[in-house]
């Protein structure tokens, strides 16, 4: 997780820690996670220090290593509860990556971005790498277009104007009615698979997530490369809703 942008260093930091140990999902050294974080060994060692005498964290002196403990996953059980009617959102990623060979990506609105909240790699030597965190402009990807389909169409224009308003020079700027033929493409199909938006060869497959009233809507894809996608297409929307509906009823 990135410090600056309003973030509070302390919680930026423990959050990223966490964040660090879902991503690898094994224990780990200070150095490892020192270098993962991006943050000097010192700091890391008191930040460890801290959440393993709160019970966060524990440490495994012969093999020298940090693992979350239980306490951390209860700390957001009762959320699950109110999303997945079977297992949990975590183990339904695991699965569609797993039926489909590719990275399985969930996002959420964040002001005028769509933030990718977790994701699951794909194990395939050719893959779509992503990272937890990782924010674009709403119009500028199948899950943020997703999201905005949600939407009402004079939302969606202000939305896109505030954008290129607050655009920095050299960043893209949207077409309104570009967007909005997007976005009614998506609700009429169900999914959004506009191919090669923001790196040249691979793309993503998204659908709107169900979520529980008064949640922000989400979005979850499948990402990967483009000539992959396309082959796949049909299989991977049928996964994917599928999955959906087991875990989550939708």
């Given at each position: 997780?990135?410090?600056?942008?309003?973030?509070?260093?302390?919680?930026?930091?423990?959050?990223?820690?966490?964040?660090?140990?879902?991503?690898?999902?094994?224990?780990?050294?200070?150095?490892?996670?020192?270098?993962?974080?991006?943050?000097?060994?010192?700091?890391?060692?008191?930040?460890?220090?801290?959440?393993?005498?709160?019970?966060y964290v524990s440490f495994d002196a012969?093999?020298?290593?940090?693992?979350?403990?239980?306490?951390?996953?209860?700390?957001?059980?009762?959320?699950?509860?109110?999303?997945?009617?079977?297992?949990?959102?975590?183990?339904?990623?695991?699965?569609?990556?797993?039926?489909?060979?590719?990275?399985?990506?969930?996002?959420?609105?964040?002001?005028?971005?769509?933030?990718?909240?977790?994701?699951?790699?794909?194990?395939?030597?050719?893959?779509?790498?992503?990272?937890?965190?990782?924010?674009?402009?709403?119009?500028?990807?199948?899950?943020?277009?997703?999201?905005?389909?949600?939407?009402?169409?004079?939302?969606?224009e202000r939305i896109v104007r505030r954008?290129?308003?607050e655009a920095a020079a050299g960043d893209?700027?949207?077409?309104?009615?570009?967007?909005?033929?997007?976005?009614?493409?998506?609700?009429?199909?169900?999914?959004?698979?506009?191919?090669?938006?923001?790196?040249?060869?691979?793309?993503?497959?998204?659908?709107?997530?169900?979520?529980?009233?008064?949640?922000?809507?989400?979005?979850?894809?499948?990402?990967?490369?483009?000539?992959?996608?396309?082959?796949?297409?049909?299989?991977?929307?049928?996964?994917?809703?599928?999955?959906?509906?087991?875990?989550?009823?939708?």
């Open positions: 997780m990135a410090e600056g942008d309003g973030v509070v260093k302390s919680a930026g930091r423990v959050l990223g820690l966490l964040q660090v140990f879902a991503e690898h999902r094994r224990p780990m050294r200070v150095s490892e996670i020192a270098q993962a974080m991006g943050i000097p060994q010192s700091s890391t060692s008191m930040l460890l220090k801290t959440l393993t005498a709160m019970g012969e093999a020298k290593a940090f693992r979350p403990t239980l306490r951390v996953a209860l700390l957001g059980a009762w959320l699950n509860e109110e999303f997945a009617t079977e297992g949990s959102v975590d183990e339904m990623m695991v699965e569609m990556a797993r039926a489909t060979a590719d990275a399985v990506i969930l996002a959420v609105e964040n002001g005028v971005w769509s933030e990718y909240i977790h994701v699951v790699q794909s194990e395939q030597d050719l893959r779509y790498a992503l990272r937890p965190g990782t924010k674009r402009p709403l119009p500028a990807t199948n899950l943020g277009r997703v999201l905005l389909a949600a939407k009402p169409d004079d939302e969606i954008i290129n308003a893209r700027r949207f077409d309104i009615a570009a967007t909005l033929e997007a976005v009614h493409g998506i609700r009429r199909d169900g999914y959004s698979f506009a191919h090669n938006l923001i790196s040249s060869g691979a793309s993503v497959i998204a659908l709107p997530m169900p979520v529980p009233a008064g949640y922000k809507p989400m979005a979850i894809g499948i990402g990967g490369p483009t000539d992959r996608l396309v082959r796949g297409r049909e299989m991977i929307l049928a996964e994917m809703r599928r999955l959906l509906s087991q875990y989550l009823g939708g």
